[in-house]
């Protein structure tokens, strides 16, 4: 089943203590990207990348970083978290022939 | 900056009306044109993908493209409560350029 992993779903942690949120997908897509909604913001992008090594800020990367080593996967780095980085996380997946995005079930996070 | 903007929402139909859904971009040289649907707390799920200008129809749901006019809209033929979601219009440039998502557009539908 063609489908883009999220792990963990829900995740309480507190100020400064660095967390990993990965992602994987199984359908060869060239196209990863992070996404955090916050309620009235819509989806603001963090991180996104072409390809393996090619990785680009989005709208909003202060706090975060990511990699990505291999093609299925893209992990999501806080190494400080702070509060105002509580939110629901996203992670997708294209292949860029298409570009239709698939996207992972979400990540919640809440920084205490 | 590329932009991509929504008619501003809340949208209110009756069910078994159409619900029509707008979105314009700014950058001429985009190429893919998206929509998805979100359920509150839900992951986006894609409901159409279009290319090129005119129409484009799956079961209820109808993409309309203009490219000359910079406008993408969804139209959602007899409307059912089950449609009541956050619409999100996504845009693409060539192949290797980045997504650009549009605010979204709350729609609900009465029963």
């Known amino acids: 089943e063609a489908q883009v992993t999220q792990n963990p779903r829900y995740l309480i942690t507190v100020t400064g203590k660095k967390l990993t949120v990965t992602c994987s997908q199984n359908?060869?897509?060239?196209?990863m990207s992070w996404y955090r909604q916050d309620p009235g913001l819509g989806l603001r992008q963090i991180y996104y990348s072409m390809n393996v090594e090619v990785t680009d800020k989005g709208d909003v990367p202060e706090g975060y970083k990511v990699s990505r080593k291999e093609k299925r996967n893209f992990p999501l780095i806080l190494e400080s978290p702070s509060p105002n980085q509580t939110s629901l996380y996203f992670c997708a997946s294209a292949g860029l022939l298409t570009g239709e995005l698939f996207f992972g079930e979400g990540s919640r996070l809440t920084v205490l | 900056q590329k932009e991509v903007e929504q008619n501003s929402g809340p949208l209110s139909v009756p069910e078994g009306a159409i619900a029509s859904l707008n979105c314009t971009y700014s950058d001429r040289g985009s190429q893919s044109f998206f929509w998805y649907r979100q359920y509150s707390g839900k992951s986006p799920e894609l409901i159409m993908s279009?290319?090129?200008?005119g129409d484009k129809e799956d079961g209820r749901f109808t993409a309309q493209l203009n490219k000359a006019s910079q406008y993408v809209s969804l139209l959602i033929r007899d409307s059912q409560p089950s449609d009541s979601a956050t619409y999100l219009c996504?845009?693409?440039?060539?192949?290797?350029?980045?997504?650009?998502f549009g605010p979204g557009t709350r729609l609900s539908v009465l029963p």
């Open positions: 359908m060869n897509h060239e196209y």
């Open positions: 279009i290319y090129s200008n």
């Open positions: 996504a845009v693409m440039g060539n192949y290797g350029q980045n997504f650009v």
